[in-house]
């Protein structure tokens, strides 16, 4: 368990790369929808062979404007989330699968030519076209894939273990500290499993300085700010400016609409246990205050998201995996990707009952979004407006892909806790311990 | 400020469940002659038992729900048929969704009696609910519609009866339908609070829990000359043909008897044998989280207590968290995991009972399922049931129930709750009675876990006892749509 020796930290990138137009967009979707469906069960890319891959997905995204009507040109994007450094993952990605990638950005304008073709000039093709990560929000900070797979792993063993000693009538009887210590007896001597009786490496000190540093100067730059948050912002930007233009808004509530694009998304839906959800959409007018009231919020989660939401759990919805926000098309538009346990209906609702202000903040900056009030209110309040407008705002991936589309967050952290117990950091008393199995 | 229900508007069934009328049947119809069906509808107004109307005054009722081909067949204009919820347009089966009702393998609608393949989606059109005071008044009464049917031109394409069973019961043994919401707005001082559930989570036109207005299917004012229907709550310059009406989900679920307590007598001989004396009926009734006579296990978790049979005003947050009387993955605590729906989620216990119940009113449906098929034995008592031989005959339960939002309320119940294995930080547990794990891909079985100290107790490879034979969603309009309907 190679994070028992070291922290290794979670990654994402989202690469938007314009598709050639004198290429057939057709064919793309065709090679892409064939690597998709066959994901789990034939699959042509070798995802298992990457290490440190949590999920990916491609999708094409067509004939999508800015709020004025400009045309975004036609793209493919690359969206992954990774153990370590992002050139950790691109080389990856290029040792298991180059020619899938090959094939996959022959479709695209300015991927190196065959001649020019290293990792090193595709990796800086994937750099080159990185969208900055407004938001980036692993909901558990320091598991690596190899940890979330190996903790499955005790915990399906212990499992079989007792249900083992019950068909052997060994269990009757037994106190609780006497069926824990069988269970780490039974891991101590599964050469394959002892790693769980190690505790996972801390994160180092620089990491924990430049951690807290940042949050420091964070803190001090509210404070610093405060008399301009009082006197201006709060007044003038959130309670007056919001109103202006809240009222321009269209008024209307919308009524869901079965279009191809979203019966296409169903068919993809719920073939595993996990789903990915892909929105785009434009921002708003007027785009100066959209875009910076979006960031603002943005701000706000990421402090939220890396301070005190850094166990599993955004702001109480407890499904999600990883959820990132990117500005793209000079920051005229908007995304938002998520990897999340079981339906979407459920998932919605958790936004709806548990973050509604949350969406409204940054979500309510996009066009065509169930009308706000001062930011904060109404919008995603109202259930069936904020689901219908994430449904027409929301595309299909044609390729999505995740290592442990079984194991969901509660489950992870579960593992994480039945670990917990047996590598001695454990507050827990044995009898609640247990209670985990 | 609760919204009176118009009661007189709404058709009676959507309020009360009519235990007085033990017999009924239900009629799938085709449409194939618009005028006299139309001349039909307008003949069987008188008839259909309106909410207002108290149960001690009817022996008998009729009620009249349609699918989408159904309403589409009366000619409401295009435009207001687009208006209809998505999940009714597109009907029960459709890929993804059999997916996620866990409509597959058994249960594939290919091998369904009715509803499940293209043909029915568009011959079945009308649902003809019939109700009367015991068998020979149903008769009459279905001789009677057979006769007027038949003159309107209108086919019964299948004819489903049902068995009222002793006691209250269903097949498996255990007593059914006691956990049931209620509309606020109607007068019922006997409910607790969290089953007051605000009208718009069952009827169009009122506000939901959500305090808004859902989605209603509309048409514009000038495809309603004689001005029959009222203005939308959305949009007051479109008339609401959803008013008073709520969608019924309906679906025919055959039980396998003698499977379900076959698996339970051989969970029960294997947890003997390993010391742990039991008996078939505690863990059937484990899985269900009552016992038989409908005592709730976590109130009455060492034996059945008669004086508890319909008890309901309970919660697990406090008394049960860890499921140790009612375990988390029973029946009765996916369905409406009631206070418990939050575990662990706030970081307050407190708060998140406080939000369970207010989320928890967001997810409820009104069951007015009947059983159909002879009870293997008449006592429904599960000893007898156990000591009898399968007679092989088909039995089961049609599950009708009512909701305004298909997709949030049964939909997501039967997919995060019944068929999640996941469900409540579990790992392979769907519900062990009615869930299906097939998200869980080829090959993947049923884990019960029954929560235990020092240590839990499980249950493996449960098989599928209940299958799905048939179904469909239906529109069941108010009064005023009913007519509204007759004169277009």
Known sequence: MKNNDRYIGQGGITVITEIDPSMDIQELYTLLNHIGDNINTTPVIDFTGMKGLHFCRWFIIEGLTDVSGNRFPDSLVYAAYFDGSEEEHLTELLTKCMSSIQLIYGYCKGFPTEASQTNASIIHYFKKHMSKNQLLWPAYRGGTVEQILGEQKVRDAIQTYLNQRAAENKLNGLTPDEIKAGIVHYIVNDPTLKWALQKRAEPPFSWKFIYYFKLATKLLLIVFLLPVLIVFFIPFWWLLLSRIFEKKDDQKRKQIVRTKTITDLLNKEDRVFMNQLTIYGCINKPYWYRLTTLKIGLWIFSLNGTYRSNKGKLSGIETIHFANWSLFNKGKNVMFLSNYDGAWQVYLSEFIDRSAMAMNLTFGTTANYPKTKRLLWEGAFDEQAFKTVVRNNQYPSQVFYSTYPYITMKNILNNSKIRKGLDGSSEESVSDWLKRL | ?488
């Open chain 2, 1 to 488: 400020m609760t919204e009176s229900v118009e009661l007189n508007d709404v058709q009676g069934i959507i309020i009360k469940g009519y235990d007085k009328l033990k017999a009924a049947a239900f009629l799938l119809l085709e449409i194939k002659d618009i005028t006299k069906t139309k001349q039909w509808i307008e003949s069987q107004l008188p008839y259909v038992i309106k909410g207002s109307t108290s149960t001690k005054e009817i022996d008998s009722a009729i009620h009249i729900a349609f699918t989408y081909s159904g309403v589409a067949a009366l000619n409401i204009p295009a435009e207001g048929l687009k208006t209809f919820p998505p999940e009714f347009i597109e009907g029960m089966v459709t890929e993804h969704r059999s997916r996620m009702l866990g409509d597959l393998d058994d249960s594939a609608p290919e091998k369904w009696n009715w509803g499940g393949n293209e043909k029915d989606f568009y011959s079945i059109h009308i649902l003809l609910m019939l109700y009367a005071i015991d068998k020979p008044a149903l008769d009459l009464l279905l001789n009677e519609q057979k006769t007027k049917l038949d003159s309107a031109n209108i086919k019964i394409s299948y004819e489903l009866d049902t068995h009222k069973l002793n006691n209250e019961k269903e097949h498996f043994g255990f007593r059914d339908g006691i956990a049931q919401p209620v509309m606020s707005g109607i007068n019922h001082t006997s409910k607790t609070d969290a089953n007051m559930i605000n009208a718009g989570e069952f009827l169009f036109g009122y506000q939901n829990e959500y305090n808004k207005y859902m989605f209603s299917p509309t048409i514009e004012p000038a495809h309603d000359p004689n001005n029959i229907l009222p203005a939308d709550k959305n949009n007051a310059a479109l008339k609401d043909l959803g008013r008073n009406g709520s969608m019924l989900v309906f679906r025919q679920l055959e039980q396998n008897v003698k499977a379900f307590w076959n698996m339970a007598e051989n969970a029960a001989n294997e947890q003997t044998a390993q010391d742990n004396p039991t008996t078939p009926e505690y863990i059937a009734s484990k899985m269900l989280g009552r016992w038989p006579n409908g005592s709730p296990l976590t109130k009455c978790p060492v034996q059945p207590d008669t004086s508890k049979e319909t008890f309901d005003n309970f919660g697990y947050a406090k008394d049960d968290y860890d499921g140790l009387k009612c375990p988390i993955g029973a029946h009765i605590r996916r369905a409406n995991p009631r206070d418990n729906f939050l575990r662990d989620s706030t970081g307050d216990k407190e708060k998140d009972i406080e939000k369970s119940m207010m989320f928890m009113k967001r997810f409820r449906i009104i069951r007015r399922g009947r059983s159909y098929g002879p009870p293997l034995v008449e006592s429904m008592n599960p000893a007898d049931i156990i000591n009898t031989a399968d007679d092989n005959q088909e039995r089961g339960l049609y599950f009708l129930c009512f909701n305004s939002n298909i997709g949030r309320q049964f939909e997501l119940i039967q997919q995060t709750w019944i068929n999640n294995p996941k469900f409540a930080g579990l790992y392979e547990d769907p519900d062990p009675m009615i869930g299906y794990p097939g998200i869980m891909g080829e090959g993947a079985t049923t884990t019960f876990t029954e929560q235990a100290l020092p240590i839990r107790k499980q249950v493996k490879g449960i098989t599928r006892f209940v299958n799905v034979k048939g179904g469909a969603y239906f529109f069941m309009p108010g009064l005023t749509t009913l007519k509204y309907l007759s004169s277009i």
